[in-house]
């Protein structure tokens, strides 16, 4: 059994979503119509789940979920008309732990309310797949963000310092002058906003820059 506040501003939809998930064996502690009267009662009463529409009068469905805060253990499930990737993208960005659209059974709406109190990630199906593309791709973009690109000679020397060879050897090895070896270091460091050698080989065994 899970606690749970409904949002919706349909009345007769609202109390027919509180009725089923009370005779699934959830526990209904307020239904709304509007976001801010939501956001202050889920704050407070802090539930379980907390079933929300995006379209609302006065908040959406994703402000309200922005709204609660990291603080906040309220789970937020939206269930919605609309399953365009655009509103499923923005409401999981937000912080939804789940999506369903409202052709969703009253039999899957109980389960998914279950699911997400258990800390599952839930969507209608088809719309999972989405979701993990999107976050794949803006991960990868994240990771070309956090990191400038390296030319061929600066991952070659980083590579060479991460199995820990002297600026002598690493100049041996690329055919190099130890001076041009340092210079190369330093400015790797400036690159990465690194402060020493130490954390050049956290950062090539971290990105996979340390083998052969």
């Known amino acids: 059994m899970a606690t749970l506040v409904v949002v919706d501003d349909h009345p007769i939809w609202r109390e027919a979503i ?12 307020a239904s709304f119509g509007e976001g801010r009267a939501a956001l202050r009662a889920i704050r407070e009463l802090r539930p379980d789940v907390a079933i929300l529409d995006l379209q609302l ?17 309220t789970a937020a ?10 509103h499923v993208l923005e409401a999981v960005k937000a912080g939804a732990r789940g ?6 059974s009253a039999a899957e709406l109980a389960e998914a309310v279950a699911r997400v109190a258990a800390g599952d990630a839930v969507f209608t199906p088809g719309l999972a797949g989405l979701v993990l593309g999107e976050f794949r791709r803006l991960a990868s973009a994240g990771s070309a963000e956090r990191h400038p690109k390296l030319s061929d000679r600066e991952t070659e020397v980083l590579r060479l310092v991460a199995k820990g060879l002297s600026y002598k050897e690493i100049a041996e090895r690329l055919v190099l002058s130890p001076r041009t070896v340092q210079n190369h270091v330093q400015h790797l460091l ?17 990105e996979g820059i340390d083998g052969d």
């Open 18 to 29: 509180a009725r089923d998930l009370t005779e699934a064996g959830h526990e209904v502690l």
């Open 57 to 73: 009068p006065d908040l959406s469905g994703t402000e309200v979920i922005q709204g609660l805060g990291e603080d906040c253990p």
């Open 190 to 206: 400036s690159k990465l906003q690194l402060h020493n050698r130490s954390q050049l080989v956290r950062f090539a065994i971290k």
């Open 99 to 104: 999506y369903l659209v409202k052709s969703a």
């Open 77 to 86: 499930l939206v269930l919605s008309a609309s399953g365009e990737s655009a």
